[in-house]
């Protein structure tokens, strides 16, 4: 009598050994393909979150799908392209500027330390620091030559029309572009791969809308107040305080501060304090009092000292794409747990419901 013992590992490993072979070969591609597209990296993360921000706007438009994506693109990419990024390249031409008259700077500093009337021990530990700064910390900065710089400007201006592109697409074909995603996942698991979706969508959600809304209305409000009261360098301060009020904890506070102290120590106590009254009512009466009640219901949910600590520990590591890269990342792990949490407590799925949005309910899951 012959007996059918079941396949051991090593019999299984051959007869699948064409389906071996196929997912290492996609695997190989895959990683050829990431290597190419890593340079544009930026451009691809900037994209989606551009996307993010745009999409309340495209949504306007109803089955005018194409047409509400560029104009949502627009009215995203415009304040950003005019505001925004003509603010970094005058920041840039301003950290030129004083690596190249580093002598007249640090002298000017000095000056300005020495006659503000402070006690000498601690003015010679300022000025210890200064002459530390200038004499090693700006040199090195310097050293990285033009070619260099010019290659990292091109390469972000690669990344911008990039991230343009990419937006758009996103907002014009997103829909059914999840949807053959989803078509190739197995039946068996597709609902619980559109329930991650939809955490995850919501997480995003509230962490770019929420704040990249605030952040631009803030922005472009401070250009009026800081042209208003006659203040050098206006998109670069307005692009300060862009950057500040993204990231979560922070505020443009950090930029209006150190602002009407440079204007006390100019004008006086009254023009510091008018400056500081006006710009706070104006540039953050608007966001708090309307924009803010309506963004509530956009909440991530997540603490901002964790969104804090992804998005300086991204930039950090990689830069921008680093820096919009790690909350998403911080949100694909929050959302795999609330996942988790209702597979495990059903009451929970219910509660959740009331904020979620189907991702699929404009495709055919069989």
């Known amino acids: 009598m012959r007996l059918n013992y079941p396949p051991d590992g090593v019999s299984q490993l051959i007869a699948s050994r064409w389906k071996i072979g196929v997912a290492i070969a996609l695997a190989v591609l895959l990683f050829f393909a990431l290597l190419i597209l890593l340079p544009l990296a930026d451009g691809i993360v900037l994209g989606i979150v551009f996307a993010y921000i745009a999409r309340p706007i495209q949504v306007k438009f109803g089955k005018y799908r194409k047409i509400g994506a560029l104009i949502a693109s627009l009215c995203i990419f415009v304040p950003i392209v005019f505001i925004v990024g003509a603010g970094i390249v005058e920041i840039l031409n301003q950290v030129s500027w004083v690596i190249e008259h580093q002598t007249s700077v640090m002298g000017g500093i000095l000056d300005f330390i020495n006659a503000l009337e402070i006690p000498e021990t601690y003015v010679e530990r300022i000025n210890n620091a200064i002459w530390n700064l200038f004499t090693s910390l700006l040199p090195a900065v310097g ?198 949490q209702e597979q495990i407590n059903p009451e929970l799925a219910a509660q959740a419901d009331l904020d979620l949005k189907n991702p699929a309910k404009s495709c055919r899951i069989d």
């Open 143 to 340: 050293s990285i030559g033009l070619i260099s710089y010019a290659q990292s400007i091109g390469l972000f201006v690669i990344n911008f029309i990039v991230a343009i592109f990419f937006c758009y697409f996103l907002l014009a074909d997103g829909d059914r572009l999840y949807c053959a995603f989803l078509g190739v996942i197995p039946g068996d698991y597709q609902e619980i791969v559109n329930r991650y979706a939809a955490h995850l969508d919501l997480i995003l959600r509230g962490v770019f809308i929420g704040n990249a809304y605030s952040a631009l209305i803030v922005s472009v409000t401070s250009v009026f107040v800081f042209y208003g009261f006659g203040f050098t360098h206006v998109l670069a301060l307005a692009t300060l305080i862009f950057i500040a009020s993204v990231i979560p904890l922070f505020a443009g506070y950090m930029v209006l501060v150190p602002l009407a102290l440079i204007r006390y120590f100019e004008q006086g106590f009254e023009s510091a304090s008018l400056f500081f009254v006006v710009s706070s009512l104006v540039i953050y009466g608007p966001p708090e009092l309307i924009l803010r009640p309506f963004l509530t219901s956009l909440k991530s949910k997540i603490h901002p000292m964790l969104l804090m600590l992804a998005f300086l520990g991204g930039a950090f590591v990689g830069g921008v794409a680093g820096f919009f890269a790690a909350p998403i990342l911080l949100g694909a792990l929050v959302a795999a747990y609330r996942v988790y």
